[in-house]
Antibody, heavy 116, light 107 residues
Framework: EVQLLESGGGLVQPGGSLRLSCAAS????????MTWVRQAPGRGLEWVSD????????YFADSVKGRFTVSRDDSKNTLHLQMNSLRAEDTAIYYC?????????WGQGTTVTVSS | DIQMTQSPSSLSASVGDRVTITCRAS??????LGWYQQKPGKAPKRLIY???SLQSGVPSRFSGSGSGTEFTLTISSLQPEDFATYYC?????????FGGGTKVEIK
C-alpha cells in the first residue's frame, strides 16, 4: 500500500524558512515524479512543485519560484520542500503526492502558518 | 498557463440524482485530466485519471468523459457519501492547474 507522511509544518514568521519532508513507502520511490500541492484555508487546491524521478527536472508555480526548492533522497525514500522568504499567503496545508498519469496518491498534509 | 474553468461552483442535489460537473481547458490538453473528491478535513482522493479511467476502488457510479478542451465528471446516482467538493486537474503542461472546485451539497 502506498503511504505518504508529511512532516515539518508549523508556525513561522514572515520572511522565515521552513523545510517540509514527506516519507514514502509502498512503491519504488526513485522511479516516480513527486508533487507538492497546497490548500489555503477555505480555498481550492494549488499545485506548487514537481520533481521528476531519477534525478530529473524540477518545476515550480510562479507564486513560489525563486523562494522554494524541492529535492529528494531516493536512498531514504524522502521528498523535501525547502521554503524560504515565507509570506502570509503561503499559509496552507501542504500535501505531498505521488504522480502517475497526474497526481495519484496524496498524503494527509502538514499545516504551515506564516504569521507574526 | 492553461486555465481550467470548472462549473458549476456549487450545486444542491438529492440522493439518487444524476450529477454532472464540467471542466473546460483554455487550450487542448488531450486527455491529461484527472478528477478528485475532497471531503472536509481530508486529503483529496483521485476518482478518474486520463479523463475517463476509473481509479481502482472507486464506485462505478462515477464516470468521466471528454478530450481536448471539454471534460465531464458524472455521478450516475448520488449517494450520501458523495457530498463533497470535486476538482479537476490538468497535467498536460506545467504549471499544473486545478479547476476552482464544485461543492456538492444536500438538497
Amino acid at each position: 500500500e502506498v503511504q505518504l507522511l508529511e512532516s515539518g509544518g508549523g508556525l513561522v514568521q514572515p520572511g522565515g524558512s521552513l523545510r517540509l519532508s514527506c516519507a514514502a513507502s509502498g512503491f519504488t520511490f526513485s522511479t516516480y515524479t513527486m508533487t507538492w500541492v497546497r490548500q489555503a484555508p477555505g480555498r481550492g487546491l494549488e499545485w506548487v512543485s514537481d520533481i521528476s524521478g531519477r534525478g530529473g527536472g524540477t518545476y515550480f508555480a510562479d507564486s513560489v519560484k525563486g523562494r522554494f526548492t524541492v529535492s529528494r533522497d531516493d536512498s531514504k525514500n524522502t521528498l523535501h520542500l525547502q521554503m524560504n522568504s515565507l509570506r502570509a499567503e503561503d499559509t496552507a496545508i501542504y500535501y505531498c503526492a505521488k504522480a502517475a498519469y497526474g497526481v495519484d496518491v496524496w498524503g494527509q498534509g502538514t499545516t504551515v502558518t506564516v504569521s507574526s | 498557463d492553461i486555465q481550467m474553468t470548472q462549473s458549476p461552483s456549487s450545486l444542491s442535489a438529492s440522493v439518487g440524482d444524476r450529477v454532472t460537473i464540467t471542466c473546460r481547458a483554455s487550450q487542448g490538453i488531450n486527455n491529461d485530466l484527472g478528477w478528485y473528491q475532497q471531503k472536509p478535513g481530508k486529503a483529496p482522493k483521485r476518482l478518474i485519471y486520463t479523463a475517463s479511467s476509473l481509479q481502482s476502488g472507486v464506485p462505478s457510479r462515477f464516470s468521466g468523459s471528454g478530450s481536448g478542451t471539454e471534460f465531464t465528471l458524472t455521478i450516475s446516482s448520488l449517494q450520501p457519501e458523495d457530498f463533497a467538493t470535486y476538482y479537476c486537474l490538468q497535467h498536460n503542461t506545467y504549471p499544473l492547474t486545478f479547476g476552482g472546485g464544485t461543492k456538492v451539497e444536500i438538497k
